[in-house]
């Protein structure tokens, strides 16, 4: 036998740990370990946006709260719907942009510029709206008094930095997105959908303007519906949010046990779902019909309705069925 005594070999790689400047990677496991850790790891310029984000949420939550206590019309320029969709919207908005990041090459530099923009700008649109609402008067299209026309301008003029943003991370995205390929369709689509979105906002002010310009008012008639019916808001609502339903859905297939490809397959039928649904409000719109009616031609939502239906259910069943797999691994004796 002999004297030496066994010494384990080392692997030749030893794992690399992220970068310190990078954006944070979503941490494995799930539950508030998952978040924590990913927070951990996350800069600085990441944490900001988050910040932002989450306190956009709590305004549009707690003027939702207030509305539910003092009711009110859910329609003209004056409704607590106005403070609560802005801020529920540009939070989430803000939110989700600083989580892409987590998938995209980001200097350091780059990413402090960058947040500080989005994060400026959508709190800006935010407090414009709040701050008006809590003055009895119109946020948009209001010229009544210097302050009220100065205010517009700099909600016109914050939006373009928000816009800016999502357009130079869409590019980025698509120039290079290290997401897994499910995801990094996910994130592509929602970005893309999201620019889509701020298009028709900006279709939107513009055709406001001009009703101004002819003498309508914001209190005398609707700047936001075209033609007879046009719903102008739900055409701009409609692919605002599109980024999350499909990097939520991504995130679920991702811990079951299916294929990268049946994965992508699902991904992508929510994408091409969601695109059909979006481009038949903004038909709809266009054409100055209502987002629904009784007539024919609400039967064009069926087919994209029915395949974004149908990959969401099939997501759903598997990303039950991998939560219950855990859950039985837990209760399992050792």
Not at 2 to 13: L, W, Y
Not at 95 to 102: E, F, I, K, P, Q
Not at 205 to 224: D, F, K, N, W, Y
């Amino acid at each position: 036998m002999s004297g030496t005594t066994a010494v384990p070999a080392r692997p030749r790689h030893a794992p690399r740990s992220a970068p310190a400047s990078g954006p944070a990677r979503p941490a494995p496991g799930g539950g508030r370990g998952a978040l924590k850790r990913h927070w951990d790891r996350a800069p600085g310029y990441q944490r900001l946006a988050y910040l932002a984000g989450a306190a956009l949420i709590v305004v549009g939550l707690a003027h939702a709260a207030i509305w539910a206590v003092v009711g009110g019309s859910a329609a003209g320029p004056l409704s607590w719907r106005k403070p609560t969709t802005f801020g529920l919207s540009f939070g989430m908005t803000t939110v989700t942009l600083a989580w892409v990041a987590t998938y995209l090459p980001v200097r350091r530099w780059v990413g402090w510029g960058a947040s500080v923009l989005l994060s400026a700008s959508t709190t800006a649109e935010v407090a414009w709206v709040t701050v008006q609402h809590a003055r009895g008067v119109a946020s948009h299209f209001n010229d009544t008094t210097r302050l009220d026309d100065d205010l517009f301008t700099l909600g016109g003029a914050s939006i373009g930095f928000t816009i800016l943003v999502s357009t130079v991370m869409t590019f980025a995205a698509f120039a290079r997105c290290t997401a897994p390929a499910p995801m990094a369709w996910a994130i592509r689509a929602g970005l893309v959908a999201l620019l889509a979105a701020q298009a028709v906002g900006a279709w939107m002010i513009t055709h406001g303007l001009a009703l101004t310009e002819a003498g309508a008012t914001p209190l005398t008639r609707s700047l936001s519906t075209y033609g007879a019916e046009g719903a102008m808001k739900f055409a701009h609502s409609v692919p605002m949010h599109a980024i999350q339903v499909f990097v939520i859905q991504a995130g679920l297939l991702a811990a079951t046990t299916l294929t990268r490809r049946t994965q992508l397959r699902l991904v992508v039928s929510a994408i091409a779902g969601y695109a059909a649904l979006s481009a038949i409000v903004v038909a709809r719109t266009a054409s100055g019909l209502p987002p629904a009616d009784l007539g024919v031609s609400t039967l064009a939502y069926l087919p994209p309705g029915v395949l974004l239906t149908a990959s969401a259910v099939v997501t759903l069943i598997h990303a039950h069925r991998a939560v219950t797999r855990v859950d039985r691994r837990r209760t399992e004796p050792a």
